[in-house]
C-alpha cells in the first residue's frame, strides 16, 4: 500500500511504533510505501516516551511539516490511506477548520476532500466540547474517528499486548491482514490466570508466569 503516516505531539508515541512495527511484515513480501510526517515536537515526546523510534525495511520517505512540495500535498497524487497516529486534538482542531498550514494538515485536507480513507487515532481524556465538536465535524467530513481505547477481552498481558489491541483496528481500518489480532467469540478464550488483573509493577514489561502464578523475567 502506498500510505502517509503522521505523528503528532501528544503521549501515545508507542501506537505509532507498533504499527510500523505490524507494517514491516507485507502480505506477499511486497514492502508498503510509507510517506512519514512529524509535526514539530513529535520528536520530543518520541524520545521521552520510547527513546528511539525504530522504522521498518518499507520503503520509507520522510517529509518535513513545513514541505509543501511533498506528494500528499496534492490531490493528483494518489495514496491509499492516511494515519494521524497519535493525533492530539490540537491537530484535529485544525483539521476541521481546515487550515492547512502545515504538511500534516494539508494532507488530511486533501484526504478529505478526495474522499480518501483518513484515520485519526486521538489519545486525549477527558474531552471538553469543543474537543466532542471537532470530533463530530471531522466524521461528517469523512475522517475515520479511531480513538485509542484498548480493549482487555483478549487477556493482554504486557503494555505491547494492550497497545495491539487498538493497532490491529487501525490494520483492520486500512484493510491489511492482522494475523494475531483476537477476534471476539473466533479465537477461544485464554484461560484466566488470578493476577490477570494486576497491572505490570514497570515500564515495558514482558512477563512471564511461572507455574505458581509468580511473574519473572521483569526488568
Not at 485509542?148 to 484493510?175: C, H, N
Request: aromatic share 6%; proline share 8%; charged share 20%.
Amino acid at each position: 500500500m502506498k500510505l502517509v503516516i503522521a505523528t503528532t505531539a501528544t503521549s501515545g508515541a508507542i501506537y505509532l511504533q507498533r504499527l510500523l512495527d505490524y507494517l514491516d511484515t507485507p502480505p506477499n513480501n511486497v514492502p508498503h510505501e510509507i510517506h512519514l510526517i512529524f509535526s514539530s515536537f513529535a520528536h520530543q515526546v518520541i524520545h521521552e516516551e520510547i527513546n528511539e523510534l525504530q522504522l521498518p525495511k518499507s520503503t520509507i520517505i520522510r517529509h518535513s511539516n513545513r514541505n509543501m512540495n511533498a506528494p500528499s500535498a496534492s490531490g493528483s497524487t494518489r495514496f491509499d490511506a492516511m494515519v494521524i497516529i497519535p493525533c492530539s486534538m490540537g491537530t484535529l482542531g485544525r483539521i476541521v477548520a481546515g487550515t492547512s498550514e502545515s504538511l500534516i494538515l494539508r494532507s488530511a485536507d486533501v484526504f478529505l476532500k478526495e474522499r480518501r480513507k483518513l484515520i485519526l487515532v486521538v489519545r486525549e481524556t477527558p474531552w471538553n466540547l469543543i474537543h466532542a465538536k471537532n470530533v463530530t465535524a471531522a466524521i461528517e467530513a469523512g475522517a475515520i474517528f479511531l480513538p485509542a481505547m484498548p480493549s482487555f477481552y483478549s487477556k493482554p498481558k504486557t503494555i505491547g499486548e494492550v497497545i495491539d489491541t487498538v493497532v490491529w483496528r487501525v490494520l483492520d481500518q486500512l484493510g491489511l491482514p492482522a494475523p494475531d489480532a483476537y477476534r471476539w467469540k473466533e479465537t477461544p478464550h485464554l484461560p484466566f490466570h488470578p493476577n490477570d488483573h494486576l497491572p505490570p509493577r514497570s515500564g515495558l514489561v514482558e512477563e512471564e508466569r511461572t507455574g505458581s502464578g509468580e511473574l519473572k523475567g521483569e526488568s
